[in-house]
């Protein structure tokens, strides 16, 4: 059994990583800004939604990273790790449903532009 040192030792290392975790994602999401303003798309409802899906995956990942570090037996890391998974083919296939209507429309009209 871990003692009271170790114990604090271990918390005070997640909340160190939380913490750069945080920065990380911080630096990632004004990178990623910066680069989609910089694409042809870049001011468009297309860009938007692209923007706002990283957005929310990368805010899942990092939540779920959160609760799988206080998982405290096997048992509740597979039920987070389900839960995750669930959770994110759900969101892409909302997602991908999204990205492809919008592409279908801009497919559509474009098709009726050269006839």
């Given at each position: 059994m871990a003692d009271k040192d170790s114990l604090t030792g271990i918390e005070q290392s997640v909340d160190q990583i939380s913490k750069q975790t945080t920065g990380a994602m911080e630096n990632y999401f004004g990178w990623l800004q910066k680069t989609m303003s910089t694409l042809p798309w870049s001011n468009t409802n297309l860009n938007r939604i692209l923007?706002?899906?990283?957005?929310?995956?990368?805010?899942?990942?990092?939540?779920?990273?959160?609760?799988?570090?206080?998982?405290?037996?096997?048992?509740?890391?597979?039920?987070?790790?389900?839960?995750?998974?669930?959770?994110?083919?759900?969101?892409?296939n909302d997602q991908a449903k999204v990205i492809g209507e919008i592409y279908t429309g801009a497919a559509?009209?474009?098709?009726?532009?050269?006839?």
């Open positions: 923007l706002n899906n990283a957005t929310q995956n990368v805010t899942a990942t990092f939540a779920f990273m959160h609760k799988l570090a206080q998982a405290k037996n096997l048992e509740e890391v597979v039920k987070i790790q389900t839960e995750f998974m669930n959770a994110q083919l759900s969101s892409l559509t009209a474009a098709a009726k532009r050269s006839t």
